[in-house]
């Protein structure tokens, strides 16, 4: 009875609104945020008025830090070995200058030339 057109307004009917206010899903396509510095490590920002030209030497931390690590790591490399050259040459020149190098040479049989 109470289903009649004439009694209950159409607007009013429980199919009606159910059709009308059908909720959206839950899950929506978010936009891409923008972001500074981007998954893959690139940075997404414009410096505008800094000047670049030698800030690299200026601090020898940061200029390690801001390169790609294939050339921090022959940085180091270069610099252990290097360090290690002098040292060793050092060494050589004061054997060679206290005359310790002929004395090695005289005492394992070796005859110095010249």
């Known amino acids: 009875m109470l289903a009649r057109k004439s009694i209950i307004p159409e607007e009013y009917v429980l199919a009606r609104i159910a059709a009308e206010n059908l909720r959206k899903p839950r899950i929506r396509d978010r936009l891409p945020k923008a972001r ?30 801001d390169l790609k690590w294939r050339h921090t790591l022959v940085i180091f490399t270069m610099s252990f070995l290097c360090s ?3 040292f060793a040459i050092m060494w050589w020149l004061v054997a060679f200058a206290h005359g310790d190098i002929y004395a090695y040479m005289e005492k394992s049989g070796m005859e110095k030339s010249g």
């Open 36 to 65: 500074f510095i981007a998954k893959s490590g690139a940075c997404n920002l414009a410096h505008k008025n800094i000047r670049e030209q030698g800030r690299f030497l200026q601090d020898i931390f940061t200029t390690l830090v």
């Open 84 to 86: 290690w050259l002098l």
